[in-house]
């Protein structure tokens, strides 16, 4: 990431605004934020999610839902640079007696949240790369977020719930749905 050219943009923005850069408060920020973005943006260093490892289990698992529920996430909308922010669950069925580690969904849903993006998109790309990697019998999985541009400026609808979801292979029928549904709700 090209911190320089960040810190020169923002001093720019700054002085756009009706600000003065070098306002004692406010002459490290340029530096303050080229750093944030390196974190809150890491996954646009990464072109494919790789931070994963798949465990061998018998075909017993096979067929069995296995849910992670309320993973917190933060990410950044890519048409107002603000924040928006929520949980994710997701569920999956193996097929192949494949399993993920478990921390690996978490970090799957920062992969797809760390990065200036869309809601939809943090919503597919985590359900989109658990098919494509584990080749389970089905994966569902539910965003529920609040986003800033839509809170504190615009629109102004504080605490309204965006809510999106994907479901692919078994997770198209109402009975599995069903059951991923309820298990959330325990
Ligand atoms: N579908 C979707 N829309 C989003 C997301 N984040 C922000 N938006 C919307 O992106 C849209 C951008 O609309 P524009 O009309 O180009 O921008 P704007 O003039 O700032 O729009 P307002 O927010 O209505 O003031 C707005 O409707 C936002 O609410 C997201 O994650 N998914
Ligand atoms: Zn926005």
Known sequence: MDHELIEASVRNIFKAIGEDPDRPGIQETPKRVAN????????????????YKLFETDDSINGELITVADIPFYSMCEHHLLPFF???????????GQVIG???????????????????????????TLMDILEPSGVGVIVKARHMCVEMRGVNKSNSVTKTSFYRGTFKEQAVRQEFLDTLKQ
């Open 86 to 96: 929520g949980t994710v669950s997701v569920g999956y069925i193996p097929q192949n």
């Open 102 to 128: 478990l921390s690996k969904i978490p970090r799957l849903v920062d992969y797809a949240a760390k990065r200036p993006t869309l809601q939809e998109a943090v919503t597919s790309t985590i359900g989109q």
């Open 36 to 51: 944030m973005y390196e974190e809150i943006f890491s996954s646009l260093q990464q072109p494919k999610f790789e931070a």
